[in-house]
T-cell receptor, first 114, second 115 residues
Framework: GAGVSQSPSNKVTEKGKDVELRCDPI?????LYWYRQSLGQGLEFLIY????????KSGLPSDRFSAERTGGSVSTLTIQRTQQEDSAVYLC????????????FGSGTRLTVV | AQKVTQAQTEISVVEKEDVTLDCVYE???????LFWYKQPPSGELVFLIR??????QNEISGRYSWNFQKSTSSFNFTITASQVVDSAVYFC????????????FGKGTMLLVSP
C-alpha cells in the first residue's frame, strides 16, 4: 500500500483480556518495527523484523508480549492478559532495511486497558 | 547504550517567532544517524530529516534548519517564522550504523504555536 496501515486505530479492552494489533507495512519493505508510545515516556522500541532473520525481541517488556510477521509482510503484536500499564499508543514502522534508511510510521493503535 | 535527551518538554510561541528545539545525544559509536520526526495531533510520525555522523553540514529546508555539532553532541532544530500548523510534538532520534537500525528516541518536545 501507499503507507503503513495499522488496525484498529483505537482499542479499549478489559484488564486481563488478550488483544491483537495489526500492522500492514509498505509493500516491499523488508524491515518492520514495533514501538510503544506511553504518556510522557517518548517512544520505546519493542521488536524488529528484518527479512527472514530471527526477530529482535529485546525490547518486549514482558513475556505477555509477542509478535509475528507472516510471509514477510503483515505483522501482529499480541498482548496477553493485558494490564493497565499496557495502555499506550503502539506504532508500527517499516523501512527498506539497511541502516539509516528512513522509516515510515503508521498512525498507531491507541490501546486503553480499563 | 544510546541516549537522546530533549530537555524542553513544551515550548509555546506566537506565530512568526523563531523557535529552536534542542537535542543532545550520547553514543560510543563513531558512525550513527540522527533524525527528527514531527508528530501532529493526528498521531502519525512524519520524517523530517536524517543526518549521518560524518556530515556536519547544517541543512536548511524552507523554514526548517538543523544545526549538527559533534563537539557538543547536539542536533538542534530551528523553525523560522513559526506557523500554527507547526504545532506538534517533535522527536529527535538516533540510529546506529552497525547491525540493525532501531531508533532511540528522545521524549519529545511539544511545540504550541498560537496565532
Amino acid at each position: 500500500g501507499a503507507g503503513v496501515s495499522q488496525s484498529p486505530s483505537n482499542k479499549v479492552t478489559e484488564k486481563g483480556k488478550d488483544v491483537e494489533l495489526r500492522c500492514d507495512p509498505i509493500s516491499g519493505h523488508t524491515a518492520l518495527y514495533w514501538y510503544r508510545q506511553s504518556l510522557g515516556q517518548g517512544l520505546e522500541f519493542l521488536i524488529y523484523f528484518q527479512g527472514n532473520s530471527a526477530p529482535d525481541k529485546s525490547g518486549l517488556p514482558s513475556d505477555r508480549f509477542s509478535a509475528e510477521r507472516t510471509g514477510g509482510s503483515v505483522s501482529t503484536l499480541t498482548i496477553q492478559r493485558t494490564q493497565q500499564e499496557d495502555s499506550a499508543v503502539y506504532l508500527c514502522a517499516s523501512s527498506l532495511g539497511g541502516t539509516g534508511r528512513g522509516y515510515t510510521f503508521g498512525s498507531g493503535t491507541r490501546l486503553t486497558v480499563v | 547504550a544510546q541516549k537522546v535527551t530533549q530537555a524542553q518538554t513544551e515550548i509555546s510561541v506566537v506565530e512568526k517567532e523563531d523557535v529552536t528545539l534542542d537535542c543532545v545525544y550520547e553514543t560510543r559509536d563513531t558512525t550513527y544517524y540522527l533524525f527528527w520526526y514531527k508528530q501532529p495531533p493526528s498521531g502519525e510520525l512524519v520524517f523530517l530529516i536524517r543526518r549521518n555522523s560524518f556530515d556536519e553540514q547544517n541543512e536548511i529546508s524552507g523554514r526548517y534548519s538543523w544545526n549538527f555539532q559533534k563537539s557538543t553532541s547536539s542536533f538542534n532544530f530551528t523553525i523560522t517564522a513559526s506557523q500554527v500548523v507547526d504545532s506538534a510534538v517533535y522527536f529527535c532520534a538516533l540510529s546506529l550504523s552497525s547491525g540493525y537500525s532501531t531508533l532511540t528516541f528522545g521524549k519529545g518536545t511539544m511545540l504550541l504555536v498560537s496565532p
